[in-house]
């Protein structure tokens, strides 16, 4: 699946993931490839996420085999295999 993270004045990341963690009302949600289509707000929480096979990620991002940034808030946009995160 095609994974953005995306603040006001920069990308995150960018290309393709295995999977995507983050927290929301409700708890922890992980998205895989073809999750269903969703719309949610995070919560305070490290967003964590599996770059795919030869995918780079920052070296101040990688964390044991993952990728992780820590998020006060922001929305998840699934749709068509791609997830779209925005961060405020």
Known sequence: MH??????????FSGT????????????LEILPHH????????PCTIRWQPADGE????????GGQAA???QRGVVDVKDNTVTVLIA
């Open 36 to 43: 269903q289509t969703m719309l949610a707000i995070i919560t």
């Open 17 to 28: 993931a295995k999977k995507f963690h983050f927290r929301d009302e409700n708890g922890e």
């Open 69 to 71: 940034y820590t998020v």
């Open 56 to 63: 780079p990620a920052s070296p101040e991002l990688q964390r």
């Open 3 to 12: 994974l953005s993270i995306l603040t006001l004045d920069k990308t995150i």
